[in-house]
């Protein structure tokens, strides 16, 4: 005898689509064009636009690596979404997606702003001893009385160190790089026209082409030498290599 009649059987469920910027979000950008009432507009934007709009802006940073900005991604993310909004008179849906058009809009926005920006990092003001031993204190080890003249001999000595010790601190060839290049920052301080430690970031990723997870792990490590030889060139004058 068959028990098939009691066997009871699962709907499959049905899945979430993944798309965030589909025609919902086109009707509601048509509707928003269509309509002179600003309380509609406002409430159209945010409660049918407002996300897809930022997470089109989140995607385009995070897959075209725009990251010479001062500010934090919600921040980048805001401003384009405001010049896409600038822009949405322009939209015509009878030549094409709105997807497409304003995945374009935002790119030409973050190509132009991120190169800007980089073109920025490279050349303002420049970075003195003290600003560089700060990429590595998070406070500084110098007190205020002291002067610049220690400071700039405390960073030639953490220079030397480095180039004698560097290889016997970090093991992995990528981290050798890093640090490397870190400390090339140093040497060139007086070359390098933006203290940012986000800029400085950009810089070493530029230089050694790693992300920002492992210079941040090499970092770490450097940071502690530093106190630890601040520390010494505080108490002695000199730092022992």
Known sequence: MSNTGNVAVKKPRKKKSKMYFGTPAQEAIIEYLATDDMKE??????ERLE??????????????KFYYFDVDSISVQKD????????????????????????????NWLILNNNNNYKRYKQHTKLDSAAATKFLGEKSDFGR????????????????????????????KRDIQIADSVMELFRRREMIENFNKKALYVLIREMTGYNTQHITKVINILKKKYTGLAREYNQTGIVEM
């Open 51 to 64: 996300y897809p709009f930022m997470k089109l802006a989140e995607n385009l940073i995070h897959t075209y």
């Open 41 to 46: 507009k406002n409430k159209i934007f945010r």
């Open 80 to 107: 384009v979404v405001g010049f896409m909004v600038m822009n949405m008179h322009k939209f015509n849906p009878d030549k094409g997606r709105a997807f497409s058009y304003f995945s374009i809009v935002a790119k």
């Open 145 to 172: 009385e002291q002067e610049s003249e220690d400071i700039n001999e405390f960073t030639e000595y953490l220079i030397k160190y480095m180039d004698i010790n560097l290889t016997g601190m970090f093991k992995k």
